[in-house]
């Protein structure tokens, strides 16, 4: 539980930078981030991982695509979409699944 909520900064930090357009604090937020989704969704884990870190995070026409694939990944650090909350208008708050895959 401390540990899952540890990484609740570290994910609105890679959100609020993503919306920023922040690339250097993408990368470092994403590498911070990334890890415990490859256990628990490693086709998410391959699709953020090579547009946050690989290719830079440089297409803005991925921005949803990037939030809705890191919002879905939530339970894989046993988090739920309030732990998160919203980012002003551009990201709203996900809504939780019905399952968890918690591996963190």
């Known amino acids: 539980m401390i540990i899952s909520q540890m990484t609740v900064p570290l994910i609105q930090s890679l959100?609020?930078?993503?919306?920023?357009?922040?690339?250097?604090?993408?990368?470092?937020?994403a590498l911070a981030v990334l890890?415990?989704?490859?256990?628990?969704m490693p086709s998410n884990f391959d699709r953020l991982l090579d547009q946050?870190?690989?290719t830079g995070y440089s297409d803005d026409a991925l921005f949803d695509e990037m939030i809705g694939l890191l919002q879905s990944s939530y339970d894989c650090f046993g988090l739920k979409c309030e732990d998160i909350g919203a980012y002003g208008e551009q990201v709203p708050e996900y809504e939780d699944s019905d399952y968890s895959r918690k591996v963190a």
């Open 15 to 29: 959100i609020h930078h993503m919306v920023k357009r922040n690339e250097n604090y993408v990368l470092m937020y």
């Open 35 to 40: 890890p415990p989704i490859q256990g628990c």
């Open 52 to 54: 946050l870190v690989f």
